[in-house]
C-alpha cells in the first residue's frame, strides 16, 4: 500500500519535534510497553496536517524477537480499546463477537441457577461453552492451509494459531469492562481509518459466525429437529470454507510445481546436498580443490552451472574438474535445472555433496530463488574481505586469461575509482541478496583470508553442519593444489594505487589499502 493509515512503531519514521511546537508524539495514555499509540500518533498526525504516510517496500527492519509473545498480544488488544476512547470517530458497531456471546450466556445462566436452580440454568452454560468451540472451528481452515508446507503438525499449527486472535478478543472484553465502559461493547477500532473495508469485513465475518453458532446450538439443543440443525450447521460451515477459503483450496488441489519454497523436486534420504556461493576471485577454486576435495566423505563438485560447460568431479578425492562439453546435456540441464541438480545428488557416492555457484552462472532467476529458499540444500557463503584485491584479481585473469595456476605478480593493472565504486556495490548488493534470501535458515559465511590463515579452524563448522567430521591432520599436497597467483602486495598489483588510495581514504573501502 502506498500510502497506508498507519504504521507500525518499530517500522516508522518521522521527522524531529519539529514537526510541530503544539503536537504529542505518542499520548500517555497508552502503556509504553506498547499497544496502540503508533495507530494513535499516525491518525492524529494525519488530521494535523502532517500530511500522508509514505509506504516503503525496500526498507528493511530488524526487530528482536519477543520475551513474553502473548503478553505483547494482549498489549496490542489493550491499546485496541484504548484507541476507542481516544478515537471515537474510527470506531464501529458489530453483532457480539464469540467472546461476548459467551459472557451474555454465561450471566444468564448464572441468573437462571440462582433464581430457577440448576437444570434451567444447563441450557445458557451449554450456549456459552459452544461460542469458543465454534469460534475455533470457524477459524481452523484458513489456518490450516496457511500450514501448508510447514515441518510440523498442519492441525495442531492450525489449533494453536486461533490461540493469538481469541486472546485478544478476551482481552480486549476484559478491558472494556475494567474500565467500566460498557457501551463500548460490541464496538471495534477501524485499523484503515475508514481508508478500506474493515468495518464491513469484521461485521461479515462475526455475522457469519453468530449464524454457525445458532445452527449448531440448535443441533445440540433440539431432539425433534436435530437432523435438520446439523444439516444446517453443515451447509452454513461448507460455505464459510468455501467465501473464506476458496482460494487456498483452489491453489491445494493444484498439481505440485516449483515454489519458493523450494526447488520441487525430490532429493534422495540421507543425503546432505550443499552449495558454495560465493564470487568470481573469492578463492573458491582454492577452497574446493586443496581441502573440499580431498575429504573422503565429501562429493564436491565445480561448476555444475557454468554456461560453457558442467565442472563435475568424477568421485570423491579428484582434485581436478571433469568438464562435459556435450551440447544436448548443457541444454537438458538449462531446461530443467532442479532435475539435473536432484540427479546430481542422487548419483553422488557420499552423503555430502556439494558445488558451487557465481551470480554469472544464474540463467533461471525462478532456480536460484527457489534453490536460496531450499531449506534441504545447506549453505556456505564464501567472500573476500578484501574487495580491492578481489577485482584486481579479477582483471589481472580477465587480462591474461589464466585463472589458476600462472602467476599474476608481474602483471600491473590500471582500474579507475569509478570502475571500483562500481564493483564494490555490485559486490556488497551480491552478498546483501544472498543474505536476504538466506534470513530464517541456518547458514555458513567464512572468508577467504579466514582459509587461508587456518582452513581447518575456519572449515570446522562447515564439516559439522555437513554431518562430516573434520580431518584429523593437514590435508597432504598434491599435485593438483592451488596456490594463490598473486604472494605480492596491491601497491605494485596497481599502477594507480596512489590515485586510489586518496580517492578512497575517508571510506570504509580504505582499509582495503592498509
Known amino acids: 500500500m502506498r500510502n497506508p493509515p498507519w504504521g507500525v512503531t518499530a517500522n516508522l519514521c518521522t521527522r524531529s519535534r519539529t514537526i510541530s511546537r503544539n503536537f504529542n508524539f505518542f499520548s500517555r495514555t497508552y502503556p509504553r510497553t506498547g499497544g496502540g499509540e503508533d495507530v494513535d500518533f499516525c491518525i492524529r498526525s494525519k488530521s494535523a496536517g502532517h500530511g500522508r504516510i509514505v509506504g516503503v517496500p525496500a526498507a528493511k527492519v530488524v526487530h528482536p524477537y519477543w520475551n513474553s509473545p502473548f503478553a505483547q498480544i494482549a498489549g496490542w488488544a489493550q491499546g485496541d480499546v484504548l484507541c476507542l476512547g481516544q478515537l471515537p470517530h474510527v470506531a464501529f458497531y458489530t453483532p457480539p463477537n464469540w467472546a461476548e456471546l459467551a459472557l451474555g450466556c454465561l450471566v444468564w445462566g448464572l441468573y437462571r441457577f440462582y433464581s430457577e436452580g440448576a437444570k434451567t440454568a444447563r441450557a445458557a452454560f451449554t450456549w456459552a461453552l459452544l461460542a469458543p468451540i465454534v469460534e475455533v472451528v470457524m477459524l481452523f481452515p484458513r489456518f490450516y492451509w496457511f500450514a501448508q508446507g ?3 503438525n498442519r492441525v495442531l499449527v492450525a489449533l494453536l494459531a486461533a490461540t493469538p486472535p481469541m486472546l485478544q478478543d478476551v482481552v480486549r472484553l476484559v478491558s472494556k469492562l475494567k474500565r467500566c465502559r460498557l457501551q463500548e461493547v460490541c464496538q471495534h477500532f477501524d485499523w484503515m ?4 473495508h474493515h468495518p464491513e469485513e469484521i461485521r461479515s465475518h462475526i455475522c457469519w459466525k453468530l449464524v454457525e453458532w445458532l445452527a449448531v446450538g440448535w443441533a445440540v439443543q433440539s431432539t425433534a429437529n436435530r437432523e435438520v440443525a446439523v444439516s444446517a450447521a453443515l451447509i452454513i460451515y461448507t460455505t464459510w ?6 482460494s487456498l483450496l483452489v491453489a491445494e488441489w493444484k498439481p505440485p510445481v516449483a515454489r519458493r519454497h523450494g526447488l520441487g523436486v525430490e532429493i534422495e534420504a540421507g543425503k546432505v546436498p550443499f552449495v558454495l556461493l560465493a564470487y568470481q576471485r573469492t578463492g573458491s577454486n582454492m577452497l574446493v580443490r586443496n581441502h573440499l576435495n580431498k575429504h573422503p566423505d565429501i562429493h564436491m563438485h565445480f561448476e555444475l552451472f557454468n554456461e560453457k560447460a558442467i565442472y563435475t568431479q568424477s568421485h570423491p578425492g579428484v582434485t581436478t574438474p571433469g568438464a562435459i562439453r556435450n551440447i544436448d546435456k548443457i541444454r537438458a540441464r538449462d531446461k530443467n535445472p532442479a532435475a539435473f541438480l536432484s540427479q546430481i545428488i542422487s548419483e553422488s557416492p557420499t552423503t555430502a555433496v556439494g558445488f558451487k555457484l557465481f551470480p554469472e552462472h544464474v540463467t533461471d532467476l525462478d532456480f536460484l530463488e527457489q534453490l536460496l529458499a531450499d531449506r534441504r540444500i545447506r549453505k556456505v557463503i564464501l567472500r573476500r574481505e578484501n574487495q580491492l584485491g578481489c577485482v584486481t584479481s579479477i582483471v589481472r585473469a580477465t587480462v591474461t586469461g589464466e585463472y589458476i595456476k600462472v602467476s599474476h605478480d608481474k602483471v600491473p593493472v590500471h582500474i579507475s575509482a569509478a570502475d571500483f565504486q562500481a564493483f564494490s556495490e555490485g559486490y556488497e548488493r ?3 541478496f544472498l543474505r536476504d534470501r538466506l534470513a530464517g535458515q541456518s547458514y555458513h559465511e567464512i572468508t577467504y583470508e579466514s582459509v587461508v590463515a587456518d582452513a581447518e579452524k575456519a ?23 592451488l596456490q594463490p597467483q598473486s604472494t605480492g602486495v596491491l601497491r605494485n598489483a596497481l599502477a594507480n594505487y596512489e590515485e586510489l588510495s586518496g580517492v578512497f581514504a575517508s571510506t570504509e573501502r580504505h582499509a582495503d589499502f592498509t
Request: aromatic share 8%; hydrophobic share 25%.
Open 241 to 246: 470454507i468455501v467465501r473464506h477459503c476458496g
Open 459 to 481: 572449515l570446522r563448522p562447515v564439516y559439522k553442519s555437513l554431518g562430516v567430521s573434520g580431518p584429523s591432520s593437514k590435508p597432504p599436497a598434491l599435485p593438483g593444489d
Open 430 to 432: 551480491y552478498y546483501t
Open 193 to 196: 481509518n475508514k481508508s478500506g
Open 150 to 152: 510447514l515441518p510440523k
